[in-house]
């Protein structure tokens, strides 16, 4: 699940499944593509030199008699010349293969995020990148795969280097408990992340919006206002008040279930009503809904 960016999919989903269009769409695949390419930049330009500068110069002497990592190393010195003769061309052609694979991979996923980029540039609107996702599908999560293929394959040639250049059998113990150890490590907290990104995105979608009419938003405003209006808490105190909690007792957790844009607005309104009226300023409709809309944008 973490390797294969099925996690990355979960907003597509919500936001393709909904019939309406969704605000923030072209950012959040704007913001998605723009971290990945960059990262994946950022990779190719340390595993590329690798390609050139550390193939083989494990695999070689410096000069006549001077030895190399490879035989002087504790699983060299169990074999014998031709056994190391041998393996040398393989090894060679494998860390070869291995960096040119994870360069590729990199490249790829850096040029793949620009071309998206690119796309959703000439759309311009949310509409056109939900229509996009829509077409495209699972595919934009491409680079991403091709990003942990490529980290992945890179580390395995410096995993073989550590393992048959260390010169000791107490070294080479424990170079293998700390690779073993690392990956574990790794295997362990990316499903943790993920799996956690994914429980979180199945409970925050788990609840609709509530929904108030105009007379029921009014009468929970005047409640709250006489409650809580002597504090003088802001609009924004009043939103959060007026949204629905979820307790999970089994997770310990609480999960905040906001009010639709609709609802919002209107406990928007009558709260700088009322908070007028308790300064004894009268204020038209239209300043009304201009401060709640004022009220929904800086919230």
């Given at each position: 699940m973490q390797f294969s960016g099925t996690f990355l999919s979960l907003a597509d989903n919500v936001i393709t499944s909904d019939k309406g269009v969704t605000t923030g769409t072209k950012e959040n695949l704007v913001n998605e593509c723009t971290n990945m390419g960059l990262i994946a930049a950022l990779m190719l330009t340390i595993v590329l030199p690798f390609s050139f500068d550390n193939i083989n110069d494990w695999l070689e002497e410096d000069f006549p008699g001077s030895g190399f990592g490879f035989m002087d190393g504790y699983i060299g010195?169990?074999?014998?010349?031709s056994g190391i003769e041998n393996a040398i061309?393989?090894?060679n052609d494998f860390t070869l293969v291995c960096y040119a694979l994870s360069s590729c991979g990199f490249l790829v996923a850096t040029g793949l995020p620009v071309l998206m980029l690119l796309c959703l540039g000439e759309l311009g609107t949310d509409?056109?990148?939900e229509e996009f996702l829509r077409r495209v599908g699972h595919m934009t999560r491409a680079p991403y795969t091709l990003f942990v293929a490529g980290a992945?394959?890179?580390t395995v040639p410096s995993a073989v280097r550590y393992v048959l250049t260390v010169k000791t059998l107490p070294g080479l113990i424990l170079v293998l408990i700390v690779i073993v150890t690392m990956t574990i490590l790794c295997?362990?907290?990316t499903y943790s992340y993920v799996a956690g990104c994914v429980r979180a995105h199945n409970c925050i979608n788990e609840f609709e919006e509530l929904s108030l009419s105009n007379s029921e938003a009014q009468q929970d405003v005047e409640t709250w206002f006489e409650k809580s209006g002597k504090t003088r808490g802001s609009v924004e105190d009043c939103l959060l008040d007026l949204s629905g909690i979820v307790v999970n007792p089994s997770q310990n957790s609480e999960l905040i279930v906001n009010l639709d844009s609709f609802s919002r607005q209107c406990v928007a309104l009558h709260y700088h009503k009322l908070r007028a009226e308790s300064l004894g300023i009268a204020l038209s409709q239209t300043d009304l809904y201009n401060l709640s809309c004022q009220a929904l944008q800086a919230a």
């Amino acid at each position: 699940m973490q390797f294969s960016g099925t996690f990355l999919s979960l907003a597509d989903n919500v936001i393709t499944s909904d019939k309406g269009v969704t605000t923030g769409t072209k950012e959040n695949l704007v913001n998605e593509c723009t971290n990945m390419g960059l990262i994946a930049a950022l990779m190719l330009t340390i595993v590329l030199p690798f390609s050139f500068d550390n193939i083989n110069d494990w695999l070689e002497e410096d000069f006549p008699g001077s030895g190399f990592g490879f035989m002087d190393g504790y699983i060299g010195q169990q074999l014998t010349s031709s056994g190391i003769e041998n393996a040398i061309g393989g090894l060679n052609d494998f860390t070869l293969v291995c960096y040119a694979l994870s360069s590729c991979g990199f490249l790829v996923a850096t040029g793949l995020p620009v071309l998206m980029l690119l796309c959703l540039g000439e759309l311009g609107t949310d509409a056109g990148c939900e229509e996009f996702l829509r077409r495209v599908g699972h595919m934009t999560r491409a680079p991403y795969t091709l990003f942990v293929a490529g980290a992945f394959i890179g580390t395995v040639p410096s995993a073989v280097r550590y393992v048959l250049t260390v010169k000791t059998l107490p070294g080479l113990i424990l170079v293998l408990i700390v690779i073993v150890t690392m990956t574990i490590l790794c295997l362990v907290y990316t499903y943790s992340y993920v799996a956690g990104c994914v429980r979180a995105h199945n409970c925050i979608n788990e609840f609709e919006e509530l929904s108030l009419s105009n007379s029921e938003a009014q009468q929970d405003v005047e409640t709250w206002f006489e409650k809580s209006g002597k504090t003088r808490g802001s609009v924004e105190d009043c939103l959060l008040d007026l949204s629905g909690i979820v307790v999970n007792p089994s997770q310990n957790s609480e999960l905040i279930v906001n009010l639709d844009s609709f609802s919002r607005q209107c406990v928007a309104l009558h709260y700088h009503k009322l908070r007028a009226e308790s300064l004894g300023i009268a204020l038209s409709q239209t300043d009304l809904y201009n401060l709640s809309c004022q009220a929904l944008q800086a919230a």
